[in-house]
C-alpha cells in the first residue's frame, strides 16, 4: 500500500515535471519568436501529431512500426545469436583465441559508416538493416554471457561434476539459469540501442518504409514539424519497449529470488 | 577398525600446484585407509590441503593447475571411475544451492541430471526433507532459510542420488556456536540412520572429536599425516562435554597443531 502510494506521487511529479518543461518550451519559443524551422512549438507538433491520427493517414506511425519491427527482429536475432557465442566463447578455447579479437572489432564499427559496405554485400534492403542492427548489438550480448559464467563461483561446477552432469545438462540446470539477471540488464541497454540502430540504419538504405527515412527525407525537405513528431513517436515507442523489458526483468528476479541473493 | 575392506584408499597421494609455475607442493605421502561406514574427520593449520583431499577423493581436482601422484582407490574403483557411478556426496563450505530453485527443487537436482522418474523423485525427496527436518520448507527458496537450514538443504541434496561416500568441508564453519552444535547432532542422526561414510574437514579441533570416530591431524606444507586420533566415545555424545577424556583429547590434537604453527 505504502509503495504503490509512493508510485503514484512519483508519477504525478514526473507527470507535472514533464508538463512544465513543455510549457516553458512553448512560451520560449513564443517569446523569443524562434522560426518553426529551428524549433516548432510543442502545440504543433501536438497538431501534426494529432492531424495523422484523426486524418487516419497514420503514416508516421506505419513507418514507426516498419522500423520497429526490424528492430524487434534484430533484437531478437542479437539476443540468440550473442548467448550462443558467449556460450562458445566460455567453453571453446580455440575458438575464443581465433574469433574474440573479431567480435571486440563489431564494437568499433560506426554503424552509418559501415552501412554501404554491408549493403554491397546484401544488397540495399531489410537483411542489411538486420544485419547491421545485430552487429551492432551483439557484442554487450556476448560479453555478458561470457563474463557471468567465467565470474560465476567454481564451487557451481565442480558441485555439477560430482554428479557427472554433461554439458548439456550444466546448461540448461546452472549456466542459462545463472546467466538470466545480467543477461537483462543487457537487454534493457540493447532495447533502446537497436531501435536507434534501426533508424540510423536507414539512412543511407534504400528502405524507404522506416520512420528513419521519413525523419531524414523531412529533414531535407525542411519540414522540421515532421522531425519532431518523429521523434515523439520514436520515444514513445522506445519507452513502451524500455518498460515491457524492465517489467519482464522485474518480474523474473522477483519470481525466483534472484533479487536477494 | 570395524569394517575389514577399507571403502577409500590413499596410498602415497601427493599434490603440487602447478600454477604459475611456483611448483608448489601441497601435500605429500598421504596414507589413509578409511572402512565403509566410518566417519572421520581431517584437522590441520589453514591452507595445509585439507579441502584438497576431499577434491582428490572426488575427483574435482583442477588437473591443469595441480599434478597429483599416488593412487586414489574408492571402491575398488579410480576416483574418476568412482565420481562417474555417483559413489561419492560432496558438501561444500557454501551451502550452493540455486538461488532460482526451491528448497524442494534444489534437492531435486541431482536426481533430475541422473534422470530419475518424478514419481520416484518425490517420494525420494519427502522422505529426505523428513530426514533434515524440513518437511515445512519444501517451497521456500534458499534467501528465505537461515545458513544452518541451507546447509542441511545442502546435505540432502548431496544425500539425495544415495552415494555411499559424503564428503563435507567445512559445512558449518559460518554458523554460529549453537547452530553448529545443533548440526553437529543432527550429523550424527543422519550418519547413523544413513549408515554414510563421511570424511569431514574441519577448523574445530571440538567439532572433529565430538562428530568423528577417527580424527587425522595434517602437519603443515606440504602436508603429512602427523597422526591419526582414534576417539573412542559412544554415540550419542550430547553428554560428552561433561567428559574430561573429551577436553584431554581435544587438547592432545590441539598441541599436535600448535607445534606446527
Given at each position: 500500500?505504502?509503495?504503490?502510494?509512493?508510485?503514484?506521487?512519483?508519477?504525478?511529479?514526473?507527470?507535472?515535471?514533464?508538463?512544465?518543461?513543455?510549457?516553458?518550451?512553448?512560451?520560449?519559443?513564443?517569446?523569443?519568436?524562434?522560426?518553426?524551422?529551428?524549433?516548432?512549438?510543442?502545440?504543433?507538433?501536438?497538431?501534426?501529431?494529432?492531424?495523422?491520427?484523426?486524418?487516419?493517414?497514420?503514416?508516421?506511425?506505419?513507418?514507426?512500426?516498419?522500423?520497429?519491427?526490424?528492430?524487434?527482429?534484430?533484437?531478437?536475432?542479437?539476443?540468440?545469436?550473442?548467448?550462443?557465442?558467449?556460450?562458445?566463447?566460455?567453453?571453446?578455447?580455440?575458438?575464443?583465441?581465433?574469433?574474440?579479437?573479431?567480435?571486440f572489432?563489431?564494437?568499433?564499427?560506426?554503424?552509418?559508416?559501415?552501412?554501404?559496405?554491408?549493403?554491397?554485400?546484401?544488397?540495399?534492403?531489410?537483411?542489411?538493416?538486420?544485419?547491421?542492427?545485430?552487429?551492432f548489438?551483439?557484442?554487450?550480448?556476448i560479453?555478458?554471457?561470457?563474463?557471468?559464467?567465467?565470474?560465476?563461483?567454481?564451487?557451481?561446477?565442480?558441485?555439477?561434476?560430482?554428479?557427472?552432469?554433461?554439458?548439456?545438462?550444466?546448461?540448461?540446470?546452472?549456466?542459462?539459469?545463472?546467466?538470466?539477471?545480467?543477461?537483462?540488464?543487457?537487454?534493457?541497454?540493447?532495447?533502446?540501442?537497436?531501435?536507434?540502430?534501426?533508424?540510423?540504419?536507414?539512412?543511407?538504405?534504400?528502405?524507404?518504409?522506416?520512420?528513419?527515412?521519413?525523419?531524414y527525407?523531412?529533414?531535407?525537405?525542411?519540414?522540421?514539424?515532421?522531425?519532431?513528431?518523429?521523434?515523439v513517436?520514436?520515444?514513445?515507442?522506445?519507452?513502451?519497449?524500455?518498460?515491457?523489458?524492465?517489467n519482464?526483468?522485474?518480474?523474473?528476479?522477483?519470481?525466483?529470488?534472484?533479487?536477494?541473493? | 577398525?570395524?569394517?575389514?575392506?577399507?571403502?577409500?584408499?590413499?596410498?602415497?597421494?601427493?599434490?603440487?600446484?602447478?600454477?604459475?609455475?611456483?611448483?608448489?607442493q601441497?601435500?605429500?605421502?598421504?596414507?589413509?585407509?578409511?572402512?565403509?561406514?566410518?566417519?572421520?574427520?581431517?584437522?590441520?593449520?589453514?591452507?595445509?590441503g585439507?579441502?584438497?583431499?576431499?577434491?582428490?577423493?572426488?575427483?574435482?581436482?583442477?588437473?591443469?593447475?595441480?599434478?597429483?601422484?599416488?593412487?586414489?582407490t574408492?571402491?575398488?574403483?579410480?576416483?574418476?571411475?568412482?565420481?562417474?557411478?555417483?559413489?561419492?556426496?560432496?558438501v561444500?563450505?557454501?551451502?550452493?544451492?540455486?538461488?532460482?530453485?526451491?528448497?524442494?527443487?534444489?534437492?531435486?537436482?541431482?536426481?533430475?541430471?541422473?534422470?530419475?522418474?518424478?514419481?520416484?523423485?518425490?517420494?525420494?525427496?519427502?522422505?529426505?526433507?523428513?530426514?533434515?527436518?524440513?518437511?515445512k520448507?519444501?517451497?521456500?527458496?534458499?534467501?528465505?532459510?537461515?545458513?544452518?537450514?541451507?546447509?542441511?538443504?545442502?546435505?540432502?541434496?548431496?544425500?539425495?542420488?544415495d552415494?555411499?561416500?559424503?564428503?563435507?568441508?567445512?559445512?558449518?564453519?559460518?554458523?554460529?556456536?549453537?547452530?553448529?552444535?545443533?548440526?553437529?547432532?543432527?550429523?550424527?542422526?543422519?550418519?547413523?540412520?544413513?549408515?554414510?561414510?563421511?570424511?569431514?574437514?574441519?577448523?574445530?579441533?571440538?567439532?572433529?572429536?565430538?562428530?568423528?570416530?577417527?580424527?587425522?591431524?595434517?602437519?603443515?606444507?606440504?602436508?603429512?599425516?602427523?597422526?591419526?586420533?582414534?576417539?573412542?566415545?559412544?554415540?550419542p555424545?550430547?553428554?560428552?562435554?561433561?567428559?574430561?577424556?573429551?577436553?584431554?583429547?581435544?587438547?592432545?590434537?590441539?598441541?599436535?597443531?600448535?607445534?606446527?604453527?
Amino acid at each position: 500500500m505504502k509503495q504503490t502510494l509512493k508510485n503514484i506521487i512519483t508519477l504525478i511529479i514526473l507527470i507535472s515535471l514533464f508538463g512544465v518543461s513543455i510549457y516553458i518550451w512553448e512560451e520560449l519559443v513564443i517569446k523569443y519568436q524562434i522560426p518553426k524551422r529551428i524549433l516548432p512549438q510543442p502545440s504543433i507538433i501536438f497538431v501534426y501529431l494529432s492531424n495523422e491520427i484523426i486524418s487516419g493517414r497514420l503514416t508516421l506511425i506505419t513507418k514507426a512500426m516498419e522500423s520497429f519491427r526490424d528492430a524487434l527482429l534484430g533484437f531478437i536475432l542479437a539476443t540468440f545469436l550473442g548467448v550462443l557465442l558467449g556460450l562458445t566463447l566460455f567453453s571453446k578455447e580455440n575458438f575464443r583465441i581465433i574469433f574474440a579479437p573479431f567480435i571486440f572489432i563489431t564494437q568499433l564499427l560506426p554503424v552509418p559508416a559501415f552501412a554501404p559496405v554491408v549493403a554491397a554485400l546484401f544488397g540495399y534492403g531489410m537483411i542489411t538493416k538486420i544485419f547491421i542492427i545485430v552487429l551492432f548489438t551483439i557484442f554487450p550480448v556476448i560479453n555478458t554471457v561470457e563474463k557471468t559464467i567465467q565470474n560465476y563461483p567454481q564451487q557451481y561446477f565442480d558441485l555439477f561434476q560430482t554428479y557427472h552432469a554433461s554439458y548439456q545438462m550444466i546448461l540448461k540446470k546452472l549456466i542459462i539459469p545463472a546467466i538470466i539477471p545480467n543477461l537483462l540488464i543487457t537487454l534493457k541497454i540493447l532495447t533502446t540501442a537497436s531501435i536507434v540502430t534501426s533508424i540510423i540504419a536507414e539512412l543511407p538504405l534504400t528502405i524507404s518504409k522506416g520512420i528513419g527515412k521519413d525523419l531524414y527525407n523531412s529533414f531535407n525537405n525542411q519540414i522540421i514539424v515532421r522531425v519532431w513528431a518523429s521523434l515523439v513517436i520514436i520515444t514513445i515507442f522506445s519507452l513502451l519497449a524500455f518498460y515491457c523489458i524492465n517489467n519482464l526483468e522485474t518480474y523474473i528476479l522477483r519470481h525466483y529470488h534472484y533479487e536477494k541473493s | 577398525m570395524k569394517k575389514a575392506e577399507p571403502q577409500i584408499i590413499l596410498d602415497q597421494v601427493g599434490i603440487i600446484y602447478n600454477d604459475y609455475k611456483i611448483g608448489l607442493q601441497a601435500l605429500t605421502d598421504i596414507n589413509l585407509t578409511i572402512a565403509p561406514g566410518e566417519f572421520i574427520s581431517i584437522v590441520g593449520p589453514s591452507g595445509c590441503g585439507k579441502s584438497t583431499i576431499l577434491k582428490i577423493i572426488s575427483d574435482i581436482l583442477d588437473l591443469e593447475t595441480t599434478v597429483l601422484k599416488g593412487k586414489v582407490t574408492i571402491l575398488g574403483k579410480t576416483a574418476s571411475e568412482a565420481r562417474q557411478a555417483r559413489n561419492v556426496g560432496f558438501v561444500f563450505q557454501k551451502p550452493t544451492l540455486l538461488q532460482w530453485r526451491t528448497v524442494f527443487q534444489n534437492i531435486a537436482l541431482p536426481l533430475e541430471i541422473i534422470g530419475i522418474s518424478k514419481s520416484e523423485r518425490f517420494q525420494k525427496i519427502e522422505n529426505l526433507l523428513k530426514l533434515v527436518h524440513l518437511e515445512k520448507y519444501a517451497n521456500f527458496h534458499p534467501d528465505q532459510l537461515s545458513g544452518g537450514m541451507q546447509q542441511k538443504v545442502s546435505i540432502a541434496r548431496a544425500l539425495a542420488y544415495d552415494p555411499p561416500i559424503l564428503l563435507m568441508d567445512e559445512p558449518f564453519a559460518a554458523l554460529d556456536e549453537l547452530g553448529r552444535r545443533q548440526l553437529n547432532d543432527e550429523l550424527i542422526k543422519i550418519w547413523q540412520k544413513t549408515k554414510k561414510t563421511i570424511v569431514f574437514v574441519t577448523h574445530s579441533i571440538e567439532e572433529a572429536v565430538y562428530l568423528s570416530e577417527r580424527v587425522v591431524i595434517l602437519s603443515k606444507q606440504p602436508a603429512q599425516i602427523k597422526k591419526i586420533e582414534t576417539i573412542s566415545f559412544p554415540y550419542p555424545r550430547k553428554t560428552i562435554f561433561n567428559d574430561l577424556e573429551f577436553f584431554k583429547a581435544i587438547t592432545n590434537i590441539r598441541k599436535l597443531l600448535e607445534n606446527e604453527e
